[in-house]
């Protein structure tokens, strides 16, 4: 299978979030058995993981994983690990942080909660958006964001059309 969707999709990476106790080694030896390094890119919330897989695989992709709590000195516990990007939630994703992280040389992912999670973020916090909506999805991107983990591509695809067209049509 994967080698189906290698062949089919050059383009794609896969995020590998290192979630338990003891994943981090495995999962790189995995990976490079695979001979997947390439298309791999590891995060966690619990910093000394990313440590761990920068140890074994110097040129691998790390991303340091924040939630709404983010610390204000989230670049530098980033880059303390040798992470290379910092996935914050949707919500922590503003031009200003954004740029701190762009200024140290770190990409940035912004993550939204699973499915549940965002029904009760947009029941009893956002109400100007939908959950994840066209418009939940413009404001995110607008802070500056390199990537985005979603949970509805679909919409994702048709914002993503609609603010290349716009970038296309003011040119």
């Not at 390199?146 to 970038?167: I, Q």
């Amino acid at each position: 299978m994967l080698v189906a969707l290698r062949d089919a999709s050059p383009s794609f990476i896969i995020k590998i979030e290192l979630k338990g106790p003891n994943t981090a080694i495995p999962s790189v030896e995995l990976v490079n058995k695979l001979n997947m390094s390439h298309r791999c890119h590891y995060s966690s919330f619990i910093q000394s993981r990313i440590a761990e897989v920068r140890s074994i695989n110097v040129d691998a992709i790390t991303g340091a994983l924040f939630d709404h709590r983010l610390p204000a000195d989230f670049v530098q516990q980033a880059l303390a690990v040798g992470a290379t990007e910092v996935h914050l939630k949707y919500d922590t994703c503003t031009w200003d942080v954004i740029q701190m992280a762009h200024e140290a040389g770190l990409r940035v992912m912004a993550w939204f909660r699973g499915p549940i999670g965002m029904k009760e973020d947009c029941d009893t916090k956002y109400f100007d958006v939908g959950n994840e909506d066209n418009d939940m999805y413009q404001i995110v991107l607008r802070s500056g964001v390199d990537s985005m983990c979603v949970n509805r591509p679909d919409v994702m695809v048709k914002t993503l059309a609609e603010v290349l067209s716009v970038a296309t049509y003011n040119k």
